[in-house]
């Protein structure tokens, strides 16, 4: 695999502890600098969304046994939400982290995305913001968070109300002392991108995610806006969330059938010829420059090792040859590779149909 560019040079980052950690695999991790957070992040990271079970059931062995593997192996980074499984992620990795010490990973939650019921998914005002977020750090068993997200902010009714009053709440956490960096996250990077630059409270860092996969690269148009900025890029899910995997997407998958068809016909495509599409598609994303981190949904120690695996590890040449054409055959010349505001309109019809029945 490439090595990034702009990658930190010590052979040791800021989160290692000697004792804990596997020396040898974090001297071969790559780890790159985090916009201007100084936190010098591993360039793959641990998303911790399956914990919520949203994909299939994670037993507490497999959770607190993959985080264990993941981080003494060198991934410093855990990503995690108040709506993965209704606090469920948050709860797992309470248990998996209390034996860990604090210094060997950054943790980042998020406020904002709560419950699957649609009148309960979001809420961006400052009450449940700081309620939301004290009990995230109690289900954490933490002190603090490295960073604190507002999550998935293209469905809060207007972008003043994040600008006004869900930011200003997440600087207080942050004068609090409990939380040390801000960021956003969601689907649409300009809709982040206008309200960073409109924002009066600084925002260390963007998360947008399914941008930059074998079926969709765009992010990469972006990637240089945040160079400049100074700002840290944080990329999620190089398997599309689950689009880009022989089993195909959770039920919940925003993009429409037709689209899903095209992914499942490279997958079958993938299995005929004998390759694993997962492992195509992980080394794509990972392959890319300037990326300084990219969240992979993780579920068991297995899967921990296989994507170590990848990042360390060259595809063969049958497995590029293999790539190359489901690049041009089934993903280059697709008709719709994303889903942007397909979601959130059938979010607003769900949610105004639900709000009328109650009145
Ligand atoms: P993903 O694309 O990372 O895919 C995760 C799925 O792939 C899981 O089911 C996982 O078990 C499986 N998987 C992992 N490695 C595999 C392998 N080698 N072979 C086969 N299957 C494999 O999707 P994701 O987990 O949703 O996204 C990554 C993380 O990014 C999330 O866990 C979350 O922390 C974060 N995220 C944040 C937002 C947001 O803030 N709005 C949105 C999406 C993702």
Same mark, same amino acid.
């Given at each position: 695999?490439?090595?990034?560019?702009? *990658?930190?040079?010590?052979?040791?980052?800021?989160?290692?502890?000697?004792?804990?950690?596997?020396?040898?695999?974090?001297?071969?991790?790559?780890?790159?600098?985090?916009?201007?957070?100084?936190?010098?992040?591993?360039?793959?990271?641990?998303?911790?969304?399956?914990?919520?079970?949203?994909?299939?059931?994670?037993?507490?062995?497999?959770?607190?046994?993959?985080?264990?593997?993941?981080?003494?192996?060198?991934? /410093?980074?855990?990503?995690?939400? *108040?709506?993965?499984? /209704?606090?469920?992620?948050?709860?797992?990795?309470?248990?998996?982290?209390?034996?860990? *010490?604090?210094?060997?990973?950054?943790?980042?939650?998020?406020?904002?995305?709560?419950?699957?019921?649609?009148?309960?998914?979001?809420?961006?005002?400052?009450?449940?913001?700081?309620?939301?977020?004290?009990?995230?750090?109690?289900?954490?068993?933490?002190?603090?968070?490295?960073?604190?997200?507002?999550?998935?902010?293209?469905?809060? *009714?207007?972008?003043?109300?994040?600008?006004?009053?869900?930011?200003?709440?997440?600087?207080?956490?942050?004068?609090?002392?409990?939380?040390?960096?801000?960021?956003?996250?969601?689907?649409?990077?300009?809709?982040?991108? /206008?309200?960073?630059?409109?924002?009066?409270?600084?925002?260390?860092?963007?998360?947008?995610? #399914?941008?930059?996969?074998?079926?969709?690269?765009?992010?990469?148009?972006?990637?240089?806006?945040?160079?400049?900025?100074?700002?840290?890029?944080?990329?999620?899910?190089?398997?599309?969330?689950?689009?880009?995997?022989?089993?195909?997407?959770?039920?919940?998958?925003?993009?429409?059938?037709?689209?899903?068809?095209?992914?499942?016909?490279?997958?079958?495509? #993938?299995?005929?010829?004998?390759?694993?599409?997962?492992?195509?598609?992980?080394?794509?994303?990972?392959?890319?420059?300037?990326?300084?981190?990219?969240?992979?949904?993780?579920?068991?120690?297995?899967?921990?090792?296989?994507?170590?695996?990848?990042?360390?590890?060259?595809?063969?040449?049958?497995?590029?040859?293999?790539?190359?054409?489901?690049?041009?055959?089934?993903?280059?010349?697709?008709?719709?590779?994303?889903?942007?505001?397909?979601?959130?309109?059938?979010?607003?019809?769900?949610?105004?149909?639900?709000?009328?029945?109650?009145?």
């Amino acid at each position: 695999m490439d090595q990034p560019s702009e *990658p930190t040079d010590q052979a040791f980052p800021k989160t290692y502890v000697k004792g804990f950690h596997d020396d040898e695999a974090v001297k071969k991790m790559k780890y790159s600098n985090l916009g201007n957070t100084g936190m010098q992040v591993s360039i793959l990271g641990f998303g911790a969304s399956p914990f919520g079970g949203g994909y299939h059931p994670i037993s507490e062995e497999d959770a607190i046994g993959s985080i264990r593997t993941a981080l003494t192996k060198g991934i /410093n980074y855990i990503d995690t939400a *108040p709506w993965y499984g /209704n606090g469920k992620s948050e709860e797992m990795l309470g248990k998996a982290l209390k034996d860990i *010490p604090r210094e060997a990973y950054y943790i980042a939650t998020k406020v904002g995305r709560y419950q699957q019921e649609i009148t309960k998914m979001f809420d961006f005002s400052e009450e449940k913001v700081l309620k939301g977020f004290e009990e995230s750090l109690e289900k954490l068993g933490l002190s603090y968070v490295d960073l604190i997200q507002v999550h998935d902010l293209e469905f809060a *009714p207007s972008p003043e109300l994040i600008l006004t009053e869900t930011l200003p709440a997440v600087q207080k956490i942050k004068e609090s002392g409990k939380a040390k960096f801000i960021g956003i996250t969601g689907y649409p990077v300009d809709e982040l991108k /206008n309200i960073y630059e409109r924002s009066t409270v600084k925002i260390d860092t963007i998360l947008s995610y #399914c941008h930059l996969t074998l079926n969709d690269s765009s992010l990469l148009d972006h990637v240089d806006y945040m160079k400049d900025k100074g700002v840290g890029l944080i990329n999620a899910s190089p398997l599309a969330m689950g689009l880009l995997t022989h089993g195909g997407p959770p039920v919940w998958h925003p993009l429409p059938q037709e689209a899903r068809q095209v992914a499942a016909n490279a997958a079958l495509y #993938c299995q005929e010829q004998g390759i694993n599409l997962p492992k195509l598609a992980v080394d794509y994303t990972l392959s890319q420059k300037n990326i300084p981190i990219t969240l992979l949904g993780m579920s068991s120690i297995s899967e921990v090792h296989r994507n170590l695996d990848v990042l360390h590890g060259d595809l063969t040449d049958k497995e590029k040859e293999v790539r190359e054409f489901i690049l041009e055959k089934f993903f280059r010349h697709a008709k719709q590779k994303s889903w942007e505001v397909v979601e959130v309109e059938k979010y607003w019809r769900k949610l105004k149909a639900a709000q009328s029945q109650t009145s």
